[in-house]
């Protein structure tokens, strides 16, 4: 009797195979490529770009011939062009600490990583700018780094005023930090420095300039990729 009782009570605590409840397997997250940030972070700076003033013509993505570069071009992300002066973006894609000052050679990035001096990079754009519209008007540069929110600033407290010709932001306040500029520079000069007419020729100026020929971007990507393993 008492076998055939400590039977049933063994059976009983005894689940199947099918009263098994397994904790459902956690799906692993997709990883976004990071072609696909980058197309997401200049959407979300052409978003802000069009809310600028009309006067304001905006450009992305622009391919100019550069004989100084290089690979002869150069590649620049963002331009804004107003009838007080014209704005050349660098846009940056980092995770951790920006350090770095105005006239150094190279930033770092949470200490780990070094990268070129970015307000460097951008005066070769300005140069490479300057050059192409030399004939069009005589301009006034504003240099422009502009980092995604993934990271903080530890860098030259002057980049981050106002008054500076060169202005480090973060991607969310770019369209401030330009229409902020832009009231200073009024409020210096009252009167435009660039005539509309002047504004239309530049963006066709540099329209016209732009290489879209996809093999020659191709190659220019590869030779920068090939210029940046060599130093590293």
Known sequence: MFKALLSLFKKSDTKSPETVHKAPTPKPKRKVAATRIGELGKHKINIQLDQLPKECKSLSDLLLPNPKSRTGYTQIDHIVISPYCLFVIETKNYNGEIKGGRTDQQWSVS??????????????????????????????????????????????????????????????????????????????????????????????????????????????????????????
Do not use: W
């Open 111 to 232: 200490n780990r990583y070094k990268m070129y001096n970015p307000l460097k990079q951008n005066y070769g754009h300005i140069k490479a700018i300057e050059s192409l519209i030399k004939g069009v008007a005589a301009v006034k540069f504003i240099s422009m780094i502009s980092f995604t929110m993934r990271c903080r600033f530890s860098i030259d407290p002057e980049l981050r005023k106002i008054h500076s010709d060169e202005l480090v932001v973060y991607d969310v306040e770019l369209s401030e930090f330009i229409s902020r500029k832009l009231i200073s520079l009024k409020t210096v000069n009252p009167e435009p420095s660039i005539s509309t007419a002047q504004v239309q020729a530049i963006r066709d100026h540099l329209v016209q300039a732009n290489i879209v020929d996809a093999e020659i971007r191709k190659i220019h990507v590869e030779r920068i990729k090939g210029n940046n393993e060599k130093h590293q």
